[in-house]
């Protein structure tokens, strides 16, 4: 009897629980953006963070809840060439798994051309666009997408940008119009967050604007009277999203993809085709490299005098370093090959493991500089090799724990 008082309490609160109803989530926003070429993360140190194969698993498992939309700001990647096609091609690729509502065009992706990015939507279902580019073809910027029920999508780069690429189709100010309907309207501006700002003053209508950031994002968004802004930096190292619940946009999330998330199978097959293709239209050998009578020999030259040093560097991972590439499919990459060979520079360099054998992996000659003449006639000096030597390739993005003492001895003969 003593317990009545506790039961009558809970059931109180239960009922008053039951009588809220849970907020409503209209809309899931999930984006990405500023991919900037970063397809995997390297591999060079641990614990490694980013890479689409993560990205796309994370944004697969996000979009099972009711009314998710996937979104991406564009830039996909960063210098143009024709490395950058075949990235271009591959994210095409793990996008069009993913069922996205609006791929922005980035400043950066625009200098592809109308007609390479033409052919990258038809690949995607249609969904690459900006509201102020033109992209020629039939349907010429659209200003906008509705998504699901309750929003309404932009993409735009900034005025400048537009210009620059020389195509502006209509200025931002033209573009953003206010949404048909009571749709929330946002922009996806492939333009910094003072960009964003202003854009946010100037339309205050605008309910939410997905901004560009180099490095880290901020982990929550600006806002700007009644507009939030968010980010999710750059190099494939974080998938955002963002709940509109009761018409405001929260429960903002950062997921970073480190290496507790999966890899997604699809994108993990879109990878590999794509360093396959690196590796089949031999880019390795279209590299520019320097002339002049630099001669590489390779370690096996050394070896003959420098019995010692040779069997000390034999034992360090420098000689095992191609190996690594040859493991991860990166072998023939010229992103990759350059810090795990020796002179991929230069004329006399590393070609590839069939002709050029002797110069592969972090050899003698990768710190020592070119031996060619030294062999012949050892008066002829090597260069002095120290902590110099090593920041080519041991430079913080590849290398961040680099500390010469700690390293060399580990090395040293
Ligand atoms: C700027 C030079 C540089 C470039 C470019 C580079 N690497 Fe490396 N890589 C290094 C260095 C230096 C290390 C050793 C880092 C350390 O231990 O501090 C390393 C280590 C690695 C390792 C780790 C080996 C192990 O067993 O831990 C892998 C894997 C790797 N690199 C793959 C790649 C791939 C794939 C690419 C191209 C996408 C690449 N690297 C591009 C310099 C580079
Ligand atoms: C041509 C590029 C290059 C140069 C120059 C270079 N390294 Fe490396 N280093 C690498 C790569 C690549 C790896 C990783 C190899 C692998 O595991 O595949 C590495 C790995 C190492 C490791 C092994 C790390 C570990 O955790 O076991 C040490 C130590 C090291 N380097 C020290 C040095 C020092 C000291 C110098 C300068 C005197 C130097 N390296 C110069 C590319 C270079
Ligand atoms: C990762 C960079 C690196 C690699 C690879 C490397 N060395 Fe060295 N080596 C050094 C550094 C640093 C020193 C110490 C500084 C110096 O004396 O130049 C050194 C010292 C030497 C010395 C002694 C120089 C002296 O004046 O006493 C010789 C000889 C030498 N290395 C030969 C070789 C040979 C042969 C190989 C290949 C089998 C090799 N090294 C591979 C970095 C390297
Ligand atoms: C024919 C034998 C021979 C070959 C081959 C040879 N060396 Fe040497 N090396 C010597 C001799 C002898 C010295 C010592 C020279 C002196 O003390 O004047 C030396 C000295 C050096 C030194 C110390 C600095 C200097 O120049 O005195 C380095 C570093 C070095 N060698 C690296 C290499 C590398 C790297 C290779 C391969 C590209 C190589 N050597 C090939 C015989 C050779």
Redesign the pocket.
Known sequence: MRLLPWALCISIAGTALLAKPPPRVEATLIFTGDIRGYLAPCGCTQPQVGGIERMAGVVRALLKQRNAHYVDLGNWTEVGGRQDELKAEALAEVFAGLKPAYLNVGPLDARLGPEYLRSLSDAVGGVVDSANLNLGGATPGRRGRAVGDSIWVQGLVADRDAERIGSPLRSVAEAVSPPPSTRRQVLLFAADLKEADALAREFPHVSLIVYSTRGDPPASPVRVGKTALVSVGDKARYVGKIDLVDGEWTNFTLIELGPEHAHDPAAAEAYRAYTNRVAEEGLLDDLLRSKGKVKFVG?RE??V??IG??S???E?R??KALATLVQTGNDRDPECVGCHVVGLNYESGFRGAPSTPELAN???????GPGGEHVFDPTVK??????E??MTCHETAHSPEFDFKSY?EK???
Do not use: F, N, P
Request: aromatic share 6%.
């Open positions: 370690s050394c070896a005098c420098h040093e040779d000390k560097w034999l360090t420098h000689a972090v050899g003698c000659e990768s710190c020592h090597m260069g002095v090799a120290g902590e030597s090593c060399w090395i040293k003969h």
